[in-house]
């Protein structure tokens, strides 16, 4: 079976950036489990791995505007130390997580100021060209769950990328 919209693709996958990198890797034994087509992959992998089948292994290079995008400055803003946790040594690079309008959020610490933070909700990756070295592990059709998980109705946490 090839992979194509509304297949199960399970994958095991090492990305990397331009300077090499390792920035997530599938643990053994336990491939990244998605539906093809379902908005919770990046487009640029996606398309890649379209038409590819069981046992097949690709290097795949995605640009920023098929992965996160490129960062934006509407995504920085400034906030007051007086948010952070008191005795909370900031440094430059640090992640925080903060509740948002949808649930948790991610930031970056991007500057540290007397008074104020420069804190960037961008995601981490945004702006870098991926590199996939990825393995298809498995492809077939999806279960009723595992298209549960892409509806409204939701699933319980089984692993798959929907759920998290």
Sequence with gaps: MKIADRTYVA???????????????????????FVCGMGHMIPGLENAITGMEKGQNAKIDVE????????????TTELARTNFPKGVELTVGQ????D???GPISF????????????????????????FDVTIAEVREPT????KCYSEEGCEDHGCAACK
């Design 95 to 98: 992640v925080f997580q903060a």
């Design 100 to 102: 948002g309008p949808h």
């Design 11 to 33: 994958i095991d996958y090492t990305l990397t950036l331009d300077s090499g990198k390792v920035v997530e890797k599938s643990d053994p034994g336990q491939p990244l489990e």
């Design 144 to 147: 009723e769950e595992e298209l």
């Design 64 to 75: 920023p505007a098929d992965a996160y995008g490129m960062p934006r400055e509407e995504m």
């Design 108 to 131: 970056v610490v991007r500057e540290i100021r007397p008074e104020n933070v420069l804190a960037d909700f961008n995601h981490p990756l945004a702006g870098e060209h991926l590199h």
